[in-house]
């Protein structure tokens, strides 16, 4: 039963009433809808909960100034939401989101918050594979800057006409700095999706780069591949 604090209005209100939750964060009361997840416990999501896992530990493990030092370090990290309006991450969670960049790309973790440097950002062009080729590649509009690492994410065969949605993606493969613009990335991508087959289908590929050093991550460029004969 939700539990409600009562003013002039209503100030606050805490646990689950109908369909709703209602509870706090540290950016305001937030009311959301009540679901009761599944755990399906995929390969896929554990392999991520374990990753997470590691890294909520090796934060726990940090000394009193470290962690201090990471909630210092968040101003030098915001990000703009939709409104146009700053938007800080805790200390943990800025440690969680640069470690867990640096972990995929297979780089050393970091205890100690970095000096933002930036990074610069690749533009996918084009795509194209073919099944009876056994061929995948994805066109640049750049080689990777020295000191970072491209992660190249994609798609499964998806259905003729069936855009990529976000939890379509799965990390495929990296390339260090100094890659060809055009990369093959069909054994990456058979090596976890499996052979090419439908043809028509299409398959969302997307890159981003790592700054190999602080973790920090550009955003995400795209194209969709329309498989070939």
């Given at each position: 039963?939700?539990?409600?604090?009562?003013?002039?209005?209503?100030?606050?209100?805490?646990?689950?009433?109908?369909?709703?939750?209602?509870?706090?964060?540290?950016?305001?009361?937030?009311?959301?809808?009540?679901?009761?997840?599944?755990?399906?416990?995929?390969?896929f999501q554990m392999a991520v909960r374990a990753h997470f896992a590691t890294l909520t530990q090796?934060?726990?493990?940090?000394?009193?100034?470290?962690?201090?030092?990471?909630?210092?370090?968040?101003?030098?990290?915001?990000?703009?939401?939709?409104?146009?309006?700053?938007?800080?991450?805790?200390?943990?969670?800025?440690?969680?989101?640069?470690?867990?960049?640096?972990?995929?790309?297979?780089?050393?973790?970091?205890?100690?918050?970095?000096?933002?440097?930036?990074?610069?950002?690749?533009?996918?062009?084009?795509?194209?594979?073919?099944?009876?080729?056994?061929?995948?590649?994805?066109?640049?509009?750049?080689?990777?800057t020295a000191g970072s690492t491209l992660v190249v994410e994609a798609t499964p065969q998806l259905s003729a006409g069936k855009q990529?949605?976000?939890?379509?993606?799965?990390?495929?493969?990296?390339?260090?700095?100094?890659?060809?613009?055009?990369?093959?990335?069909?054994?990456?991508?058979?090596?976890?999706?499996?052979?090419?087959?439908?043809?028509?289908?299409?398959?969302?590929?997307?890159?981003?780069?790592?700054?190999?050093?602080?973790?920090?991550?550009?955003?995400?460029?795209?194209?969709?591949?329309?498989?070939?004969?």
């Amino acid at each position: 039963m939700a539990k409600i604090l009562f003013g002039d209005g209503i100030t606050d209100a805490r646990g689950k009433t109908g369909g709703s939750v209602y509870t706090k964060n540290r950016y305001g009361a937030v009311r959301r809808r009540k679901v009761s997840p599944t755990q399906p416990r995929t390969s896929f999501q554990m392999a991520v909960r374990a990753h997470f896992a590691t890294l909520t530990q090796g934060f726990r493990a940090l000394t009193a100034s470290q962690i201090a030092a990471w909630n210092a370090a968040t101003a030098n990290f915001a990000k703009t939401n939709v409104f146009k309006q700053a938007k800080h991450l805790t200390g943990h969670a800025l440690y969680i989101a640069l470690n867990r960049n640096l972990q995929t790309i297979g780089a050393s973790l970091i205890s100690d918050p970095p000096t933002p440097t930036g990074v610069d950002a690749n533009l996918v062009l084009s795509g194209a594979a073919s099944v009876g080729g056994g061929t995948m590649t994805a066109t640049l509009d750049t080689t990777v800057t020295a000191g970072s690492t491209l992660v190249v994410e994609a798609t499964p065969q998806l259905s003729a006409g069936k855009q990529p949605a976000k939890n379509n993606y799965r990390v495929i493969g990296t390339f260090a700095a100094a890659h060809a613009a055009s990369l093959n990335i069909y054994a990456m991508w058979t090596a976890k999706f499996g052979g090419l087959t439908a043809i028509g289908s299409n398959i969302g590929v997307r890159v981003s780069n790592v700054n190999t050093t602080t973790g920090e991550k550009t955003p995400y460029n795209s194209t969709k591949i329309v498989v070939a004969a």
